[in-house]
């Protein structure tokens, strides 16, 4: 958002002002003019005069709506005498109306010209002859969202303020935007004021505003069916806070309606805009992660629509686009789109449809094999507790991934990625539990026994690093204590075996190291299983 920085007081020349102020009070005021009583005066400490703030809500006011008028009333001089608003108001610009626009914008010093959306083609620009001396029609139009767009993005700003946001919202700017929405205006104006709206309600206190306002949510919601992309990601991003705060309930039924289900999966499914497609997800996830009441209203009918489908086709071509190029703003999309599907397989009644799709567990156990992890080590790290949560529903699909030694090593790698997160690290785990715990070590030939332990060898630097770590904030692990017992009995069978002469690993490279590495983790695993009790259940986390 451009804000013309000569718009805004500075703090220093505010203080210089006052000063000077205080200063005619001190000489020039007449003493019978006594101060102003506590309960009139701002009670916030902000280094942007609220009189300001104040005067840019004004400016916001619609022209042409019907209850322009009363809000002009309302929000601006009825509720602003309380707070003693007509001295600061002095040093405010009052709202030109009308014809007036045209004759006093010109606050940056730049041309009156703007960008109409309705009438030109994109990076279209008005005639010069819009800003000569004829009066063009729709130009007081063109300069009213001109208005809007470089004040409305500085309330955008201030939002993110609890206590300019505060302020705001007492001067009645929940019901300016309201008489926005309700008139005919530009989607950068609509995406204004939803922007606007949605830092308000990033604070709890003033989210319970925004539902109290008559009408409000529900126009949000109809928003959802506009054609802009900017408009959407703000509507998504605003019914996303809803869900997640304590007003989620009232967001849930307003959100209800099939029609309007059926439209967030469809943009989501068909959005050529990464934001938005990232936005709609988040919504999405916001839904599935809600309170019981929440997942309830809304989640029979979106599973009922393909929900589950729309996320696995997203996940692939997601997983098709990473590995073919390496689109950074992809990323956070990838990531946020295996967050959804981790959370549903959690939900029960749900899990089962997620759990056994084959193709799921195919993308996430490529996903887990990538051997460059760094960028989307997000992802890789979610990919591993899907992963678990899907063999715990379907133990079988562990013998498809068993002997696969690209997955091991994926697998192990993500332990570097998850130190600061114990649902992960327990997830990796009991994956391994139940790979090794399938693998009959009696069974295996010595080459394929020799390239499992050199695998294992490779990561014991990853192994150890997370078992000190559990020694400080890991509660018992059935499944790591079955994990690593598994781990000894490889490496002994392993050093029992005449036929380990071989010093080459899956790749054919020779690793010097490797009885070093052996033995550390043989110790390692030892001394682990020794400090802990012998009662254990196999394949249990």
């Known amino acids: 958002m451009a804000v013309d920085p000569e718009s805004i007081p500075l703090e220093g020349e505010e203080e210089d002002q006052q000063e000077h102020l205080l200063e005619v009070e001190n000489h020039d005021a007449p003493s019978h003019h006594p101060s102003a009583p506590p309960d009139e005066l701002f009670d916030i400490t902000t280094t942007v005069d609220p009189s300001y703030i104040i005067s840019l809500i004004r400016k916001l006011l619609p022209t042409n709506a019907t209850s322009s008028h009363k809000l002009h009333n309302g929000a601006c001089d009825a509720h602003t005498q309380e707070s003693n608003i007509d001295d600061m108001e002095e040093s405010a610009a009052p709202l030109p109306t009308g014809s007036d626009l045209c004759l006093s914008r010109n606050v940056s010093g730049r041309m009156d010209i703007v960008d109409d959306v309705h009438n030109f083609a994109p990076g279209e620009r008005e005639s010069e002859d819009s800003c000569s001396g004829v009066e063009q029609p729709g130009h007081d139009i063109s300069v009213r969202e001109e208005v809007l767009e470089e004040y409305g993005c500085i309330l955008w700003d201030l939002a993110a303020s609890k206590t300019h946001a505060e302020l705001m919202v007492e001067n009645l700017i929940l019901e300016v935007l309201l008489a926005n929405l309700m008139v005919s205006q530009s989607v950068r104006a609509t995406e204004i004021s939803l922007g606007i709206i949605g830092n308000l309600a990033c604070h709890e206190v003033l989210m319970k505003h925004v539902v109290s306002t008559d009408r409000l949510v529900e126009l949000i919601v109809d928003q959802l069916f506009l054609n802009d992309a900017q408009c959407l990601c703000e509507v998504c991003r605003l019914l996303t806070l809803g869900l997640q705060s304590s007003e989620c309930t009232t967001w849930a039924e307003a959100l209800q309606s099939e029609s309007i289900l059926c439209h967030i999966l469809w943009i989501a499914e068909n959005s050529l805009n990464p934001r938005l497609v990232e936005k709609s997800i988040e919504l999405l996830l916001a839904i599935i992660e809600s309170v019981q009441e929440v997942v309830h209203i809304l989640l029979p009918t979106l599973m009922k629509m393909g929900l589950p489908s729309l996320l696995i086709s997203l996940l692939a071509f997601e997983f098709r686009t990473l590995t073919s190029e390496r689109v950074p703003e992809r990323f956070s999309i990838l990531d946020v789109i295996l ?43 979610t990919a591993a507790v899907l992963i678990a949560n899907i063999l715990s529903d379907v133990a079988d699909l562990a013998s498809e991934i068993v002997y696969d030694l690209i997955f091991l090593q994926g697998l192990l790698d993500i332990f570097t990625f998850a ?3 114990l649902e992960a690290r327990s997830a990796i785990w009991n994956i391994m539990a139940r790979l090794l715990f399938r693998i009959q070590d009696s069974e295996m030939s010595p080459s394929t026994l020799h390239q499992y332990v050199l695998v294992l060898a490779s990561k014991c630097d990853q192994i150890e690093d997370d078992l000190l770590d559990c020694q400080l904030d890991c509660p018992r692990s059935n499944a790591r204590t079955t994990a690593l017992r598994r781990i000894s009995s490889i490496l002994n069978r392993r050093t029992a075996s005449k036929d380990y002469a071989g010093k080459n690993d899956v790749n054919g490279e020779d690793h010097a190291n490797d009885e070093v590495n052996i033995g550390r983790l043989l110790d390692c695993c030892q001394k682990h299983l020794e400090s802990i009790p012998s009662e254990v259940s196999p394949e249990s986390g």
Request: charged share 25%; aromatic share 4%.
């Open 339 to 381: 967050r959804a599907v981790e959370a549903l397989s959690t939900i029960d009644g749900y899990s089962q449809e997620i759990s056994s799709n084959k193709e799921l567990f195919q993308l996430v156990s490529a996903l887990v094999k990538l051997p460059d992890k760094v960028e989307v080590a997000s992802s890789c790290v």
């Open 419 to 421: 130190s600061d997160d």
